[in-house]
């Protein structure tokens, strides 16, 4: 797992060592130079939200447009470690409270969850009225706790978002996409801005 770093192609773009804004400005690496998910040695480039499982990296922030881009690694862990409390206290509170209301997560590299109750997402929900939260990537067993869980409530998630290819778009072709594939009728095909 020390080999898996977090994307780092949109860096020229976006750093969130660079954004004093960000709730994890200035964490840089832990004092021993890394992580460690149970036994296993995680990549210094991920970062902590507080649980001791489920690891985070801002991978872009867009105030204008509102969105958000977090890719995580490791284990949600609702039923033991509470992770969407962490998740929703440490990081998306205080991205909400900067306008952001649109997320995506990209989920990869998430192992496993073990849900519990939905009242963090119900309140995530609810604190972004204007906006959404999308899970991309997510592995199948995951979505389907997820599903029967109820949390369709609150995110969007399932077979519609495995798409792979947001590795290869620049992050507001990925915004873009994704708002067409939530409203339709709101975009003409062909007129999704293709950046470069």
């Given at each position: 797992?020390?080999?898996?770093?977090?994307?780092?192609?949109w860096r020229y773009l976006y750093d969130q060592d660079q954004d004093r804004l960000s709730p994890l400005y200035g964490?840089?690496?832990t004092e021993?130079?890394?992580?460690?998910?149970?036994?296993?040695?995680?990549?210094?480039?991920?970062d902590s939200m507080g649980s001791e499982t489920l690891y985070v990296k801002i991978l872009y922030i867009d105030d204008h447009l509102g969105f958000a881009v977090i890719e995580m690694i490791g284990e949600w862990n609702d039923a033991i470690g509470n992770d969407i409390m962490w998740l929703k206290r440490e990081l998306i509170d205080p991205v909400l409270?900067?306008?952001i209301q649109k997320f995506i997560l990209l989920g990869n590299n998430v192992l496993n969850y073990y849900g519990d109750e939905d009242a963090y997402y119900e309140e995530w929900s609810e604190d972004s009225p204007e906006g959404w939260v999308i899970g991309m990537g997510f592995r199948s067993h995951i979505t389907e706790e997820w599903e029967r869980?109820?949390?369709s409530r609150y995110m969007h998630f399932g077979e519609d978002w495995t798409d792979d290819m947001w590795r290869t778009r620049h992050p507001l072709q990925l915004y873009w996409a994704v708002s067409a594939r939530l409203n339709p009728g709101l975009y003409i095909p062909g007129e999704i801005p293709q950046l470069r």
């Open positions: 797992m020390h080999d898996l770093e977090p994307f780092g192609g964490q840089g690496l021993m130079g890394y992580h460690l998910l149970y036994d296993h040695v995680i990549h210094p480039n991920w409270k900067r306008g869980l109820g949390l």
